[in-house]
């Protein structure tokens, strides 16, 4: 599905993502985890076309998408949560979902009562405004936004992030029931325990680079990782 060689991206001088190389194959949830600063929200803006990169290859279904507008990754089905969601405060719930969908121009009514169903939270919400809702609502509503435009691919940034305990579980419960309707997930992580546990592989990344990569069972036995992330 996606296959990423050695690819570079910096802020003027200062290069945050140094040569990273991953691939995530069709059907899988792959955890990016990694502490403040990593380089793991660059990684994933250089992926949907958001951040400039400075070298390296990205190809999604074999296809070179590295020099493509973000637009033609959506197109390609590529879909992007960002972090800190970014919903659309004054639209009503339902606007932003139509917005995910900007680029369709076939029946959009069969996608909305899909999310509905994934999120009857947002069910109940679909005329208030969005910027009304719980934190954990509002990556309901980002992650539902994303699932319009049908994506074979989502990049989901920190979706647990500011969550309590219960709705961390609930939003990841939601990825894995995605994975089992066939979407492919990239998902990033300083909740490293919770992602790799839904994980079926996982990779490490420290100042830019990726230092390690496993399974997700393996990654959680792993004595660096238990040290490093979950202070076990
Ligand atoms: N717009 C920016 N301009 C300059 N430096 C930036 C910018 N955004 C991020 N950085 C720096 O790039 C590095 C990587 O940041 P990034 O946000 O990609 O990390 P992250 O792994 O997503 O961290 P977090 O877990 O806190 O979300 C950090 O050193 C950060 O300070
Ligand atoms: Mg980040």
Known sequence: MLEVEDLRSAYGRIEVVKGVSLKVAAGEIVALVGSNGAGKTTLLRALSGVQPITGGRIRLQGESIEKAPPHRR?????AHVPEGRQVFAPLSVEDNLRLG???????????LERVYTLFPALADKRRQAAGGLSGGQQQMLAMGRALMARPKL????????????LLVQQILDVVASLKAEGVTVLLVEQNAT????????GYVIETGRISLQGSGAALLRDPKVREAYLGV
């Open 101 to 111: 969908a900007f680029q369709r121009n076939d029946d959009i009514a069969v996608d």
């Open 194 to 201: 919770a992602a790799l546990a839904i994980a079926d592989r």
């Open 154 to 165: 989502l990049l989901l940034d920190e979706p647990s992030m500011g969550l309590a305990p």
């Open 74 to 78: 959506v197109a390609l089905g590529m």
